[in-house]
């Protein structure tokens, strides 16, 4: 979970040749995300591929 207003870092594996295919659009191996839901990731070397996915949740926001 992240605080409203900030934001987190989604972490595929850090291997050198493997390549990244984010749900958001995104081909690097570390995502930043400022909204909750749930991102998926398709990592693939050499002709194998894996996907994983993570589910982002917010803390409510504070009432004052």
Known sequence: ??????????????????????????????ISVDQPGL???TVTLNNCTAVDSFQVEAYPALMS
């Open 1 to 30: 979970k992240f605080c409203p207003g900030a934001s987190v870092t989604l972490t595929g594996d850090p291997g050198t040749n493997y390549t990244y295919h984010w749900s958001t659009g995104q081909n690097t191996a570390n």
């Open 39 to 41: 991102y998926r990731v």
